[in-house]
């Protein structure tokens, strides 16, 4: 059973060194645009960083993967034209591509770069993974965080292409690419703008026995003194339901399958992603080196060893999500 690819974020150069250094298969990024959505201030790569971070990973034989995994304003898709020119130009490795025209331009005019279906496509059945091979060639899909192990098993005997699944980092309650609870409340969204509740829109207000977080002219969550205060994302709020103050979407948790990476390469996944482009070289370090050695052992047969990713994961606690889903 062939090892599984380990996929590593990188939201900045000195993330990028960090993940190669300890170990990754791959780098994913992104260019310092709406193009890719994780579009934050300070995050992302220029032209320039980009042909770096490709010579610093491919002398010690790491690729890179660029994420232009939006969806191109109606009448401007020069944007997101140009960053497939520019990647292919460039070198790398891959793109990951959400939006259909934007597959049917990389495939027309770079027929020779690999294409990858992005998580944002939202495609989880055979049918809809088949037409993206079929009329775009692409070569590998990233599966929606919803399916369980047996269903991604099931899947993989229907399609020919490569799958990757999420492995550990923040979870997406909504079916991704198609989440407009952003837009709706701030007007820009993932898919269009590539951010997700965006920090232009946050507000603390200290409300002297309490801190109150607000997206736009939203109240997303209100903190006791003795409470850390987390950022508000809209679908991560704590809000009075029934008369009480709960976390209606979804508690602060990350997602951890590291224990199940022998049933993941059963499954026939070809590759495990680590979410987390907005994390810092530190957290970086320390996943990507943990997942190293749990992907190693899994592939020599052995144990996974334990790793404790409490300190960065959210709220220090975990989850298997929908992998080890009962309900229906």
Known sequence: MPKLELVCPAGTPASLHAAVDAGADVVYLGFRDETNARNFPGLNFSRDELRQALDYAHERGTEIYVAINTFPKAGN????????????????????LADIGLADYAARTHPGLRRHLSVQASASNPEAIRFYK??????????????????IAALNRQVDIETEVFVFGGLC????????????????????NGVCSPASHVR???????????????TINAFANDEKAGYPTLCKGRFVTGGKARYLFEEPVSLNAAAMLPELMAAGVTALKIEGRQRGRAYIAQVVAAFRAAVDAAAAGEPVPAADLSAVTEGQRKTTGAYNKTWR
Request: with cysteine.
């Open 77 to 96: 898709p020069g944007p997101w034209h140009r960053a497939v020119d520019d990647a292919a130009a460039l070198g790398a490795d891959a793109v990951i």
């Open 134 to 151: 079929e009329a775009f060639g692409i070569r590998r899909v990233v599966l929606p965080r919803v399916l369980t192990v047996p269903e």
């Open 173 to 192: 309650v909504m079916a991704e690419g198609r989440c407009a609870l952003s837009s709706y409340a701030t007007g820009e969204s993932p898919n269009m």
């Open 204 to 218: 603390y207000v200290d409300e002297g026995d309490r801190m109150v977080s607000r997206l736009g002219n939203f």
